[in-house]
């Protein structure tokens, strides 16, 4: 049995080396080295004396201190045993130093060429560095650029003025007298009437911007001064050189239809008849007189000139002004410059040759005109009345 045992040992030794020889003749047995982690050291626990060897030892020592348990060592894998070969020396390795801090390289967040098939997502966007504190010489505010202030909103309930309509700028554009001043020299007594009448209206219009002027902007003190001048000026009586010269020559014929004078005479007739008391009425009626004055000036053609005539000399036969020769005039331009009116114009002016100038042969040389050329019968009526009152036929 113990033979047995013997012969079969010897036969597995011998087995193991040839096999070791086939792998030593051979690279393809060489294996890299294999590093293992180092087996954390296991404190053990002392075993307490059974209490038969408290007995038989003797009284314990101090012990002294424990030794620091050594370094853990690699295992080395076994080198298969080559007689021909041997194995190559390890070499200690050298202690591990701790690695240095490395920062990690920047990556880039977007890329330096974008390729055409993939376009930049908002994630390959630059981000902006933050700033952790603000530079020293930063100012305390950031100015904002200036932006410009909306327009103002109106509110529901008002409307926004309506934009003059083309007739409506050239009317008001026909009532701006021209600033160039005109030659006086070698002009007779009808040009130089007409000069001092213009003259005398400029002057008024001036006043009267001049006063606008100055309400807009609340100057209390010089708005006393202009209409202490506008007062003067309508105080100081003017007189009429040459009545005639003040509206246009007979000669004129409405033969036109102009939008910017039946804008002028329609504004002229809401300041003739706007409802206010003295003495504000009286300044609606100087309004609407340079209306109508201006069409005669401007449009001499237009087929409203005998209508603003007839509304000049109501005006000045009214009570507010009373001026009885300007009213006489006006209604005899009317029925000159369109002898088939449907204005009274005849009639009025023998009226006012017979009650207030007191010129009777006048006044029934008048009537007698509306008898023959007048289609309304009350008016008729009553001028047989006043031809008989007047000369007792």
């Known amino acids: 049995m113990y033979r047995f045992v013997l012969t079969a040992t010897l036969l597995a030794a011998v087995g193991v080396l040839l096999a070791g020889d086939a792998l030593a003749q051979t690279d393809e047995f060489e294996l890299p080295p294999v590093k293992l982690k180092p ?15 408290r007995e038989v030892q003797p009284p314990e020592e101090p012990a002294p201190p424990p030794e620091p348990p050594p370094a853990p060592k690699e295992e080395e894998p076994e080198e298969p045993k080559a007689p021909v070969t041997p194995p190559e020396p390890v070499l200690p390795k050298p202690a591990p130093t701790p690695p240095a801090e490395v920062k990690p390289a920047p990556v880039p967040l977007k890329p330096e060429k974008p390729t055409e098939s993939e376009p930049p997502t908002p994630a390959d966007l630059p981000m902006p560095k933050p700033i952790t504190e603000p530079p020293e010489t930063a100012p305390e505010t950031i100015a904002l650029p200036e932006r410009e202030a909306p327009p103002p909103v109106m509110p529901p309930t008002e409307k926004p003025e309506p934009r003059p309509t083309d007739v409506q700028s050239q009317a008001i554009e ?14 007779g007594e009808v040009g130089l009437v007409e000069a001092v009448a213009m003259a005398r209206k400029q002057y008024e219009r001036s006043l009267e911007a001049l006063r606008v002027y100055y309400q807009n902007r609340g100057t209390s003190t010089k708005i006393e001064w202009v209409e202490s001048e506008i007062q003067g000026f309508g105080n100081v009586p003017k007189v009429r050189y040459l009545i005639a010269a003040e509206l246009a020559g007979p000669n004129l014929k409405p033969t036109q239809n102009i939008e910017a ?22 300044d609606y009626l100087k309004t609407a007189l340079e209306k109508f004055r201006t069409i005669i000036e401007k449009y001499p053609q237009s087929d409203k000139i005998d209508d603003a005539a007839f509304c000049m000399g109501e005006i000045y036969g009214g009570w507010y002004f009373q001026d009885y020769a300007r009213a ?15 204005h009274p114009a005849r009639f009025n ?3 006012i040759f017979d009650e207030k100038l007191k010129n009777r042969a006048k006044a029934v ?18 001028a047989q009345e006043r031809i008989r009152a007047l000369t007792g036929r």
């Open 261 to 282: 004078a039946d804008q002028l005479y329609a504004e002229g007739l809401n300041y003739k008849d706007y409802p206010a008391f003295p003495p504000g009425k009286k």
């Open 349 to 351: 002016a023998a009226k």
């Open 39 to 53: 087996d954390r050291p296991i404190k053990a626990k002392p075993i307490p004396p059974t209490p038969d060897e």
């Open 328 to 342: 006489v005039q006006s209604y005899e331009r009317c029925w000159q410059w369109n002898p088939t009116t449907e």
């Open 365 to 382: 040389e008048l009537y007698n005109e509306v008898l023959a050329k007048s289609q309304n019968e009350d008016i008729v009526r009553q």
């Open 174 to 187: 026909a009532q701006v007298t021209p600033t160039v001043q005109p030659d006086l020299s070698g002009m």
